[in-house]
């Protein structure tokens, strides 16, 4: 496998491959990952739903990163969209910040994480939870409008291999998240974000998380999306996004 990443750790069960690579020392781009993470965690506190031995469960951990965070993320999910399309699935597209949908429903949730010191990002711990082999039954309990690649193409789906594919993928990308090559990786990030120029609702914590209906304007270079409510633009820097 890809030599960008220093070690490979495959685990049978643990409770969450985030809070394994956050607690515990690993050298600088490390993987961990699960079919049975039973423990997940997804953005805003919630729960990330395990569907025992059909889902993976994938981190990466960055020693003392050189850039915004948000970049990861962003790698991580172009990965997705690429390995998807290798599987027939061209329709796949970001939620942002962190949501990989298809227009079927959710497909992937990504959550970045971090560790600071004295202003410095000692660490970042980047997760991805994939829905593969889950059908519609296993993801009924899940409130939203979600899918899997086996619900997308028909068939079931060999895990490793797939897995295997996404590691390559996501070393492509992760290597564009670098400052060299950094706008390149934004392009497609911002290109393959079908949210901009739609009308949506937004659930923005720093507002209450009140719902706010208006149209999203653009993705600035940082990775900030902007809101317009009517009355203002206003900059969106952690929040819910939903096109209506
Ligand atoms: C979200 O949609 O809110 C983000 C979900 C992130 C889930 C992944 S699964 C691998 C990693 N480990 C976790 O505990 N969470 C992330």
């Not at 796949?92 to 202003?119: C, F, H, M, R």
């Not at 911002?190 to 304007?217: F, P, T």
Request: neutral net charge; charged residues 25%.
């Amino acid at each position: 496998m890809s030599e960008y990443f220093k070690d490979i750790i495959y685990k049978e069960e643990i409770d969450s491959t985030n809070t394994y690579l956050l607690d515990n020392l690993f050298a600088d781009r490390t993987i961990v990952y699960s079919f049975n993470q039973n423990a997940g965690r997804g953005r805003l506190d919630r729960v990330w739903n395990n569907i025992a031995g059909k889902n993976l469960a994938l981190s990466i951990c960055f020693l003392k990163p050189q850039i915004n965070p948000i970049w990861f993320t962003a790698a991580i999910a172009l990965a997705l969209i690429e390995t998807l399309e290798s599987y027939g699935i061209a329709s796949a597209w970001i939620k942002w910040p962190n949501d990989v949908y298809t227009d079927n429903g959710k497909i992937a949730g990504i959550l970045t994480e971090g560790q600071w010191t004295s202003g410095i990002n000692m660490k970042s711990v980047t997760g991805i939870g994939i829905n593969i082999n889950a059908d519609r039954n296993d993801l009924s309990m899940i409130d939203k409008k979600t899918t899997s690649v086996f619900l997308e193409t028909g068939r079931s789906i060999d895990i490793k291999k797939f897995t295997e594919k996404f590691i390559e993928y996501a070393a492509k990308y992760l290597r564009m998240a670098d400052i060299k090559s950094i706008e390149q990786l934004k392009k497609y990030w911002i290109d393959h974000s079908k949210v901009v120029g739609k009308n949506a609702v937004l659930s923005d914590i720093y507002r209450g998380s009140e719902k706010i209906y208006g149209k999203v304007e653009y993705i600035d270079n940082d990775g900030y999306l902007y809101f317009n409510d009517g009355a203002d633009v206003f900059k969106v820097v952690t929040g819910d996004i939903n096109i209506i």
